[in-house]
């Protein structure tokens, strides 16, 4: 396609024409009346970024920290479930887009491709994220293979319980594999390449969980019905400790939203959280992540790390989140529409892109290193 994208919003215009509307509305949707989907990316408007002039910023740099890797950036691509509905070089074109940029890569537990398969294919950091299931013996396997594989860190999401009441998926009849229904055959007779790739390279399993659930029984489920059919409603901090001691690498807790969670979080012994709502895809109401950064920050006693995950589209929201106090960001739609778009040229480009507004920010704020980005540079709007 050879096209040059210059911001976030014209790789997911691009997402928007490549992707038949089922494949689309489950990336970029999210729960019952999408407030907090919309309040993630609005928040970041309410601080404004008040400059400081004539500093020398002939020697920039962006270098960081994040989970023990001296990351180019201070940024992580969030695990995101699923991803050859997406571009048939679904997480493969991800993880390398990645290692390409040195920054850490997620993968899923819900991916549509497993965690030996990435491991054999990267060699930079990797994150693992696990959901936890009834059957224990599965997870207790999956941090097994995690080891195994070499992974550096491991990532619990502690916000799903139950699924998000996602309802653009029951509008478009999302189902995995795809269905095809009366509603979507169109959408998906519109996007020929889409699903020509659909029949040449398949790949639409849930690859991490294949030999422990019933394929038949899985077949065609909507991403809901899995969750509410496979994940332990009884999860506990108590299970968070569990974890600590079945994984002695980096631990991440994802999903926390609140200061006594974090504290929490960071008692038990967690590297780092991720604070997040899921993009907006479970609770919704919930907070945007950046507004909920500054007392969480407030009450840990800086011991682990602070992610914010939600709503980044711009490397200016990298700079207000970083001042603000988080040692990193992470992204998720963002790559997702470039993936969509150009595969993992898009994701390369979805990457590039945010650097490169995050230099412009840095730099037009007077800033030379991530240590001069100070709080007193953001006021509320
Ligand atoms: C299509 C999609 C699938 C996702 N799947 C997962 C998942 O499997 N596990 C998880 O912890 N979070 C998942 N998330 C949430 C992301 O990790 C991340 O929290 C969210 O995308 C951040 O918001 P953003 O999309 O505005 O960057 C998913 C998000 C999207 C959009």
């Known amino acids: 396609m050879g096209k040059n994208f210059y911001n976030i919003e014209q790789l997911r215009k691009q997402a928007r024409k490549n992707l038949p509307d089922p494949m689309f509305h489950y990336m970029e949707g999210g729960a019952d009346d999408e407030v907090s989907l919309e309040r993630n990316c609005k928040a970041f408007d309410r601080y404004q970024i008040t400059p400081k002039s004539l500093r020398d910023i002939s020697n920039l740099s962006t270098e960081t920290e994040v ?28 993880a390398k887009a990645a290692e390409k940029q040195n920054l850490i890569y997620s993968l899923s537990t819900v991916a549509t491709t497993s965690i030996e398969a990435i491991s054999n294919t990267i060699s930079s950091p990797k994150m693992m994220q696990v959901y936890i299931h009834k059957d224990r013996e599965l997870t207790r396997t999956l941090v097994e293979r995690t080891k195994k594989a070499g992974y550096s860190a491991l990532c619990l999401t502690v916000d799903t319980v139950v699924a998000g009441n996602r309802e653009r998926d029951f509008e478009t009849g999302m189902g995995l594999p795809p269905k095809f229904t009366l509603k979507s055959i169109a959408s998906f007779l519109l996007h020929s390449y889409w699903l020509r790739h659909a029949f040449i390279n398949k790949g639409f399993t849930l690859s991490n969980l294949t030999d422990y659930i019933n394929k038949d029984e899985m077949s065609g489920m909507s991403p809901a019905e899995y969750i509410n059919n496979q994940f332990d409603r009884t999860l506990s901090w108590k299970d968070l400790e569990w974890l600590r001691n079945h994984w002695d690498g980096k631990l991440v807790i994802k999903g926390v939203q609140n200061a006594h969670d974090a504290k929490t979080a960071e008692t038990i012994g967690a590297d780092a959280i991720m604070i997040s709502n899921h993009g907006g895809r479970q609770l919704d109401g919930s907070p945007a992540p950046i507004d909920s950064l500054k007392p969480i920050k407030e009450a840990i006693n800086g011991q682990t790390q602070l992610i914010v995950d939600g709503g980044i589209r711009r490397g200016s929201d990298i700079f207000k989140a970083i001042a603000l106090g988080a040692d990193a960001v992470s992204i ?49 709007y």
């Open 67 to 94: 989970l023990g890797h001296k990351s180019p950036l201070p940024l992580i691509l969030a695990p995101t479930g699923m991803n050859r509905l997406f571009h048939h070089h679904k997480e493969y074109a991800v």
């Open 332 to 380: 998720g739609r963002p790559y997702l529409y470039g993936l969509a778009a150009l595969g993992e040229e898009g994701v390369i480009s979805a990457i590039s892109i945010l650097k490169e507004e995050f230099e412009r920010t840095m730099m037009l704020s007077g800033c030379s290193s991530l240590a001069d980005i100070k709080e007193d540079m953001i006021t509320p």
